[in-house]
């Protein structure tokens, strides 16, 4: 927000990241600063500042403020720098795979959207493009693998069964990975156990789930969970990938880093809270206690985009144009609503796939799921890209005496 502040409260409020609003003095004794270079800051954008509701001041992000400390440390030493770059901050490694714009994700230079329009089946051209930089001109199709399915699992635990039992019919622990073996990866997670030959991706969810016309939707959802630069996840696979490690055991890891509640797993989380949103007045309570307790909610808020994220509203307009459904009559669109009128909390990529199965009649996990598999596609991009470069990851930590670890 340059050069102004937005008519929110903040006092109390945490997004999805923790991140933390500050008053004037505080943000002042941080920085160690006169008034006039915060409001510098603050023009150019380095700073974000909202303003309190209740009171009319203003209150500055203090994850901002906190990068803008670890920069100016260079000058002493690259340590602070270093750890700020863990925390949201200046980029840490090379990738020709994705960067980050304000409209979101791009993949080898294309973006998100332009992919997700292209010729049914849109994931899987996706994937190749991410896996080899070339994207294919004709229609793919992978071959699927059938695989009985784990009844009352979670998204999460069913991929690594599945990815468990893969690793076991590998032939011994080769290094190499193929496009076939990345192919078999997906189409193995995504598949339900019964005949799937000749099926997408996005077919083989809409089989399972029994329903009949949204596929085009569902694959365009896939595209756009399907890549996002150096997030928990695929940092972790690009950490495994460093020492040599099999691919699928790369992938284990990622499963289990996108399983968190701050990650993949937000959207389970947000369903719980929907269970309780009925009407307009049911989601007042529910943000109003979300709020008091401090804690972030899930489905909301991203520290790479502050003006909202544009997955979520690319898979909004999907929901309203294949769904056909108004997203103002859904739990999710009805929360949304009051979120970001009455707090200035902006729906992220969780909240966008709860709301396409919402509109869909699918059950609930299917938006964790659709995230899990389609983001499968830039974890084995990243491992892929990892081996090239034959470098171990293996940062430092700064050693701080602070006492008794909390047990």
Known sequence: MVGGGVDIDQRRLYNQHMDEFVDSREALRLLGIKP????????????????????????????????????????????????ASLQWGDPVLESSISFIEADGPYYRGVSFRTLADSPFPAFERSAELL??????????????????????????????????????????????????????VITSIASDGRSSE???????????????????????ALVACAEHELNSSTFVARNIASTGAHLVQCLLGAVAAHSGPKHG??????????????????????LAAAVASEKPLPGFGHPLYPK??????????????YAQKSLSSSRVGKLCKVAEEEYGLKPNIDAGLVALAECIGAPEGT????????????????????????VLLRPRAHYTDSGPAPL
Request: aromatic residues 6%; contains cysteine.
């Open 36 to 83: 006039a270079s915060l409001y510098s800051y603050v023009s150019r954008g380095v700073i974000r500042r909202v303003q309190d509701k209740g009171s009319g001041a203003s209150l500055y992000s203090r994850a901002d403020i906190e990068r803008q400390i670890a920069r100016k440390g260079a000058r002493k030493g690259h340590r602070a720098t270093a750890g």
């Open 131 to 184: 896996w080899s930089g070339l994207l294919p001109s004709e229609e793919v199709r992978w071959q699927a693998t059938q695989n009985e399915r784990a009844a009352g699992a979670s998204p999460h635990e069913r991929a690594q069964r599945k990815l468990l039992c893969l690793l076991t019919e590998a032939d011994g622990p080769t290094l190499d990975i193929s496009l076939v073996l990345a192919r078999k």
């Open 198 to 220: 000749g099926l997408s991706i996005a077919e083989l969810f809409a089989k399972h789930w029994g329903i009949r016309g949204p596929e085009r939707m569902i694959d365009a």
């Open 265 to 286: 797993g937000a959207s389970l989380q947000l369903e719980k809270l929907l269970h309780e949103v009925q009407s307009p007045s049911s989601a007042r309570k529910l």
């Open 308 to 321: 909202g994220d544009p997955r979520a509203i690319f898979l909004f307009e999907l929901t309203e144009r």
């Open 367 to 390: 938006a964790s799921e659709l995230f899990l598999v389609g983001r499968f596609a830039g974890w084995i991009a990243h491992v892929l890209d990892q081996r090239l470069k034959r």
